[in-house]
């Protein structure tokens, strides 16, 4: 059968708002639940962020994935001088049925500062929320995967969030990779 929603996106903003593809911002493809839109494949938006603390530069790296693909990152400089690192990846669905689908996480780092995985969905019409997190012990050098269930609800637009934090100061990530994948 069908899904019974029409298609409003093919980006949606964090305000919900339905806008055109813009790679540099925090606009992220709607999807149809965790399948392809005709004419449109499944995709996910990934942001790797961290801001010195002088402010002087931003490392940020933007990425759209398809469905069962992972986004990483490994260049992140020198954290211990500046605000925590972070990679994000972002999307939004409209689906007629509840579903679920596997976050996958990873990473592997020489730091001994936590570092929390977490998952938040949300959707718009009806104010459903329900989030996940987890902060693995830490004794470098070391190598972390696991996964989470997601469940999406069915909903004419609701918006998913996965993020790997570091805190500030995290020390001796440098050239370490961490990566998120939605299947």
């Not at 933007?62 to 490994?74: E, H, I, K, L, R």
């Not at 001088?81 to 990846?89: C, N, R």
Request: charged share 15%; hydrophobic share 35%.
């Amino acid at each position: 059968m069908p899904n019974a929603i029409l298609r409003v996106g093919p980006y949606a903003s964090s305000f919900g708002n339905f806008v055109n593809a813009d790679l540099e911002s925090l606009n992220a493809p709607v999807n149809c639940n965790k399948v392809d839109w005709l004419n449109h494949s499944w995709g996910a938006k990934s942001r790797a962020i961290w801001t010195p603390y002088d402010g002087s530069a931003d490392i940020k790296h933007f990425q759209v994935v398809d469905f069962n693909q992972a986004t990483s990152y490994s260049d992140w400089g020198d954290p211990s001088d500046g605000q925590g690192p972070e990679l994000t990846l972002r999307f939004y669905y409209q689906a007629a049925q509840d579903t679920s689908i596997t976050l996958s996480w990873s990473f592997d780092d020489n730091s001994t500062d936590p570092i929390e995985i977490s998952y938040r969905v949300d959707t718009i019409e009806n104010g459903f929320s329900s989030q996940d997190s987890i902060t693995p012990a830490q004794a470098p050098p070391f190598s972390y995967s696991g996964t989470f269930t997601v469940n999406l609800v069915a909903t004419t637009l609701g918006k998913v969030v996965a993020k790997i934090d570091g805190p500030a100061g995290t020390d001796n990530i440098n050239g370490n990779n961490w990566s998120l994948k939605f299947s």
